[in-house]
């Protein structure tokens, strides 16, 4: 093979490193946050000092902030968050990749009143995941799965016809969180329609270290490659 083949085949190659696993997973389906809504992800490598969406670099310890907000009061239990992070790279959120379960009680008592319909209450809950250390294992590219959604609609979608309204109260936040699926079609149908209640809400993680170049790293050097190649031909030509 001459080393015009080779520059084309290598540069083809990193081409398609650049876009490989890089993919952004499928979220599930939540398209009623009327109750519950995501306003902010954020991360920290200062243990909370400072809070952005920085690029991060092995070695720090990170912790995850996560901003719920809620326009109505609602009448279920209490309003659930569970973050995910896919450490592993394989587009998949397992269970030991939890990095963050949180809830706020809305309603304490399974007896009203709570007030005349949906109490408008436009209020915010931030909250905080304990530290993640990282590591070479995790250098490149990851995904960050954030969902909201309430006790009523959790249990509903799980239990299925053997759910009953008070359950909500009985249940414990270990069962809320053990039964919270980073896929599960939270909601109900409505004329013939699924309507998933919460929100779902996806950011990219960069882990940086010295072992794999960024996929926009990769790109670049092959275009770099390609146009060495087409500079040098055409100095041949003069």
């Not at 008592?109 to 304990?130: A, M």
């Not at 909500?168 to 329609?193: C, E, H, R």
């Amino acid at each position: 093979m001459n080393l015009k083949s080779l520059r084309f085949f290598l540069a083809a190659g990193l081409v398609a490193m650049a876009g490989y696993s890089w993919a952004t997973p499928s979220l599930p389906l939540n398209d009623v946050p009327t109750w519950q809504d995501i306003s902010g992800i954020q991360w920290s490598t200062n243990n909370g000092t400072t809070w952005g969406n920085s690029a991060l670099v092995v070695g720090q310890s990170v912790e995850f902030k996560i901003t719920m907000h809620k326009n109505e009061l609602g009448k279920h239990y209490a309003d659930l968050l569970k973050v995910w992070v896919d450490f592993s790279g394989d587009q998949i959120y397992q269970s030991n990749e939890v990095v963050l379960f949180g809830a706020n009680i809305a309603n304490a008592s399974v007896t009203p009143p709570w007030g005349p319909g949906n109490v408008v209450v436009n209020q915010s809950f931030d909250f905080v995941s304990g530290p993640t250390t990282l590591t070479n294992a995790m250098i490149g590219d990851h995904y960050l799965l954030a969902r909201v959604t309430c006790s009523d609609t959790l249990l509903s979608t799980t239990l299925g016809s053997t759910y009953s309204w008070n359950q909500q109260w009985s249940t414990t936040l270990a069962t809320y969180n053990s039964d919270f699926s980073p896929i599960a079609p939270y909601g109900q149908i409505f004329d013939g329609v699924h309507h998933g209640q919460g929100e779902s809400e996806q950011v990219k993680l960069t882990v940086n270290g010295n072992k794999v170049p960024e996929p926009g790293t990769l790109a670049l050097f092959a275009v770099a490659m390609v146009g060495m190649g087409w500079t040098r031909k055409q100095a041949t030509r003069v």
